[in-house]
């Protein structure tokens, strides 16, 4: 598990530093600092979180954000709460990087979440902050490992649970983990 201080990269440019981790906070919340460089036309999968709120804080640049069907850009100052189970994304479209405050509450398993996703892109098993590579046994393996913390809004996920369940079996005989 990550220590407060921890530092996790992806690339030159994307790094996370975390500033509370779950044991520091009793689980009540996970605290990091994300500095995301530009992603041209990446944009991550939108996801939701069924058990959690996260809080963002703009510390400098710029960070588009889609909350539901509202797309809008955030600066430096700005704050957003995405409450649980509201479909999401973020990202850096501008041409600087651009650092904010991202706090999830309650912490649950999410530093462990992000250090399995962030190596899984620097092996390449993974595509920039989560993007769809080829790897549907991966994505399977990591969706089922982490339902209680993250889930794509598409399939559905009355759809995408017995998918998973199925799936993450195959995937685990032919070395996928999360």
Known sequence: MADKGDVLRQGDTDTMVFRATAADTGGAYLEVEATYGPMGDLRPPPHYHPHQEEHFTVLSGALSVRVGDEHRTLTAGSELV?????????????????????????????????????????????????SPRPALLQSMAMMWSFRREWRLTSPPYPVALPLCAVLAVPARLLGHRA
């Not at 509201?86 to 398993?109: I, K, L």
């Open 82 to 130: 995405v409450p649980r189970q509201v479909p999401h994304a973020m990202w850096n479209e501008g041409d600087e990087p651009t650092t904010f405050r991202w706090r999830t509450t309650p912490a649950q398993r999410t530093e462990h979440m992000f250090e399995v996703f962030w190596g899984l892109v620097a092996d390449g098993r993974m595509g920039r902050h989560g």
